[in-house]
């Protein structure tokens, strides 16, 4: 199974894409003044086409959750979002606890070496990478 792997913020979709391994694919912007949470459809055309470009069969999330397990604020908008998007695309989506995930992106991009501007520029989809792989891994053979 293909999978398409999200890290979704307000203004930022990271995205990967894996079967076995997860590679980093791109990152969507919401442009200045917008919210994925707020305007969701900005992004369903993008995700959609991404998914038959890659053939992706399912959607990954990364789901914020906090320390204790509950969900964070921003897990629960993620949640909406990730709703609608699964009922506008016909696609199942599978959450992952997500917890560091961007600082994880974040100091890996930093050991490469990368200026601050190209790290911005990659976090997001690293992170997607990272969630990805990390659901592939817990459900290798599945």
Same mark, same amino acid.
Do not use: W
């Given at each position: ?36 949470? !707020? ?20 959607? =990954? =999330? ?31 989506? /599978?959450?992952?606890?997500?917890? *560091? ?7 890996? *991009? ?7 501007? !190209?790290?911005?520029?990659?976090? /997001? ?11 592939? !891994? ?5």
């Amino acid at each position: 199974m293909r999978y398409l792997g999200l890290d979704i913020g307000a203004r930022s979709i990271g995205v990967a894409v894996g079967e076995l391994i997860a590679s980093e694919l791109m990152t969507l912007r919401s442009g200045k003044d917008k919210s994925f949470y !707020e305007q969701p459809e900005l992004s369903f055309e993008p995700i959609a086409k991404l998914i038959v470009q890659e053939e992706a069969d399912a959607i =990954v =999330v990364g789901l914020p959750v906090n320390e204790d397990g509950t969900l964070s604020p921003e897990a629960k908008k993620v949640q909406v979002y990730a709703d609608k998007l699964s009922k506008q695309l016909d696609k199942t989506i /599978h959450f992952v606890n997500e917890t *560091l995930s961007s600082f994880m992106a974040s100091d890996i *991009l930093e050991s490469q070496g990368l200026s601050i501007e !190209e790290a911005k520029l990659r976090e /997001h989809q690293l992170a997607a990478q990272l969630i990805l792989q990390q659901f592939i !891994e817990e459900n290798a053979g599945s």
